[in-house]
Each structure stands twice: as C-alpha cells, then as structure tokens.
C-alpha cells in the first residue's frame, strides 16, 4: 500500500466548494494514466479511458472534505463560522485547524470554559454555534489574512496505527486513493466500456458535483466509492454495526438515497466471489452517497451501486481504516472494472 500517496492526500485541503488543491493534487498523480483529463464547470474532475464498446461506465469517488467557513470576524479578531457538510460538535472543542487565507495560518477551536458555566450550561447540548477560532491575533492582523467566506480545514497528520491508517478527511480520500490505484491498475489493459472515472466536488453538501457529472456522461452503468460506517467499537450491537474493519469492502445494497440495482449488486458479489475477495454487504439506514445521483440523475436511470469502505469514527476529527480494506476495495473496483460487460 503507497501510504505516502494516502498521506499526501489526506493531508491537503479541499472543502466542499474549494477543492482546487486536491483535484490538482489528483491531477498529477494520473495524468498519465488516461486517455483524457478534464474538468467541467462545477469542478469534477473526470479521467476518461476509451473501451470497446460505446456503453459507458462511470465510476465516482468525492473529493471534497467536510470543513468550515468563515462568516464574521468579530472586534477581537475571533472568528465565527458555519459548517460545510455535517460534524458533531462535541467532537470539535480545542482543536486546530487551518484557515486557508491569503496564506494559511493555524487556529483553535475554542469554547466557554467548563469552569464558568452554570450548571444548566453543563447539561445543554452542545452545538456548533457555541464555538470561535481563536488566531492569537487582533482583528486588524487578521483581516490583512482572512475575510467572510474563507475556508477551514482540521489540523490533523495522517498516520499509520496498527494495521490500520488514521486522518482527518478520509472520507473520502482514502475512495480517492482507491479510484487512483485502480486507475493505474487498468493502465494498458482493455477496459470493455468506455469508462469515465470521476472525482467529484461538493458530496458532503448535497451530492451536488455527481449531480451534475451523471447529467454530463450519461452512463449506462454507474459506481460511486466511498466511505461507510465500521461502529464495531465497545457499546454498539451487532445489528447497528453496519460493517467492521478488516472484513472487506463493503458492496452496497441500500443506504438512504438509494436502493442499489440488484442485477448490480449480484454481479459485484460474484466478481469478489471468483476473485476470492472478502466483502460485506451494507445497509446504512441513514446518510447517503453519490450512489443516488448516479442512479437518478440519468436518462430512464443508470444501473448504479457502490462500494463501501468501512471507517470508524467517520466524521469527526480523525477517522479510521483498515489497510487490509483498502487493497481489497482496490482489487474489488479493478476487477469490476475490467468484466463489466459480463453484468
């Protein structure tokens, strides 16, 4: 496993609505890998490979991070801000983060101090609203950097623990990795359809970037790849579990957004089978991915499914995969890849 390549991307910055740095860091890493490289006018990223047949395969994993942006800079130099995509709160008290100004300069989440709240203060439930940056600056030092509508980014190294790997932003840069990996896996083989492999912007928003690439493309068989739930942790019960680390890929059957096309699933079953991958079927009964707008978002609809890369601690500071998933996930999506004309 190249975690250098891991690292590297789960380390640059690239919010939803500010993915420049990550989609050239992209960029770089498979120019050379396909026929062409292009990016439309939202912002995805779209590397194509001509195959044998004009039916088209799609194949999308999001590039943008959950973060936040700046929406006032008060008489002190704090800053208040909104969420770009969904965090829990309580996970957000003294932590660092980078704010991505004229150049970027680190600050920390603060909040009221436990000592001086009342105790009904104690017993509310936190909310995002309650917390500030702190930059360590006057306001007037700070608006030379910063101004409304500049993004943040956490502050967090990615790591290797165990057998697993530890970031921030791994949903969904470790689907991202996975797509590049697959991408260099296929290089001088026959790909059976024509395959667009697409990173999106704007997932963690509202699905917005595959919205509009499925309306561009059109394919005829569509697969999103990204991260799912591992709550395989102490207090948590079999059935809430969703996936565990170190079982496989996930292959999805529904979440949601969608309920995944059956013929689809079978045949994704079937490649793992005879492959002698090990996977997990998923059901997320909350949240969603891009999977609904590959399948919708097409002329009488695309045949569409998933694979799922299960992930502890999935948006908070820092989240969790296993390496033995990943190569899996790779194998899976490459395999799928290069016999999709057999579904």
Do not use: W
């Amino acid at each position: 496993m190249n975690f250098k390549l891991i690292k590297k991307l789960s380390e640059v910055a690239g919010p939803s609505g500010f993915e420049d740095k990550i989609r050239e860091t992209i960029s770089k890493e498979i120019k050379s890998d396909v026929d062409s490289l292009t990016t439309d006018n939202m912002g995805n990223l779209v590397a194509f490979r001509k195959g044998a047949s004009r039916k088209k395969l799609m194949i999308a994993a999001h590039m943008d991070e959950i973060g936040f942006i700046v929406t006032h800079i008060d008489d002190e130099g704090f800053l208040k801000f909104a969420t770009l995509g969904g965090f829990d709160p309580k996970t957000l008290t003294a932590q660092r983060v980078i704010v991505h100004g004229k150049k970027d300069i680190i600050g920390v989440m603060g909040a009221k101090p436990i000592h001086v709240m009342t105790p009904e203060e104690r017993d509310k439930k936190v909310v995002v609203k309650d917390f500030f940056i702190d930059l360590g600056m006057t306001k007037k030092e700070v608006e030379k950097i910063v101004e409304i509508g500049t993004p943040i980014t956490r502050d967090r190294e990615c790591i290797e623990m165990g057998q697993c790997v530890n970031g921030k932003s791994l949903d969904n840069r470790i689907a991202v990795y996975i797509l590049i990996e697959t991408i260099k896996n296929l290089k001088g083989k026959k790909l059976p359809f024509d395959t667009y492999f697409v990173f999106t912007v704007q997932e963690e928003v509202g699905l917005r970037g595959a919205q509009v690439a499925a309306l561009n493309i059109q394919p005829n068989v569509a697969i999103a790849l990204d991260t799912t739930i591992a709550y395989d942790v102490p207090g948590s019960c079999p059935q809430e579990q969703i996936t565990k680390l170190g079982m496989g890929p996930g292959i999805k059957i529904m979440d949601s957004s969608v309920i995944c096309n059956t013929k689809l699933v079978s045949f994704m079953k079937s490649v793992a089978e005879k492959n002698k991958i090990p996977y997990q079927a998923e059901i997320m009964q909350g949240g969603g991915t891009d999977t609904s707008m590959l399948q919708k978002m097409v002329a009488g609809g695309a045949i569409a499914g998933a694979v799922s890369i299960p992930t502890r601690h999935l948006h908070q500071v820092i989240e969790s995969v296993h390496k033995k998933d990943v190569d899996n996930s790779i194998a899976l999506l490459s395999n799928i890849t290069n016999t999709i004309d057999k579904l």
